[in-house]
């Protein structure tokens, strides 16, 4: 926003700033955690899932992915191809559903 003077001359402009380095350093820490907590969580042999409270498939892990055939690329979180593909090819919702 400019400043002006009582004459109305531009005297200079009025800003606000907000250092956001820690939090930009924050989100990478975030995303990097993330990343390593995929890996192992794909490295494990034993099926690993997660279910919202509807029951729909948010997160699984490589080994799931493989046994039903799935090998499709990128993450396999809620909204991606597997989690659907999954329900449809094996009826995995009905063999494993939580109690």
């Keep these: 926003m400019p400043l002006h003077d009582a004459d109305g001359r531009s005297i200079g402009i009025l800003g606000i700033y907000e250092d956001i380095t820690e939090q930009k350093q924050a989100e990478e820490v975030l995303a990097l955690n993330e990343k390593r907590l995929r890996q ?34 990128g993450s ?19 063999k494993m559903t939580t109690k």
């Design 40 to 73: 192992i969580i794909d490295l494990v042999p034993h099926f690993i899932f997660a279910k919202d409270r509807d029951g729909r498939f948010i997160l699984v892990n490589q080994a799931l992915a493989d046994a039903y055939g799935y090998h499709g690329s």
């Design 76 to 94: 396999y979180r809620k909204g991606t191809p597997i989690l659907s593909n999954l329900k449809k090819r094996s009826g995995i919702s009905a």
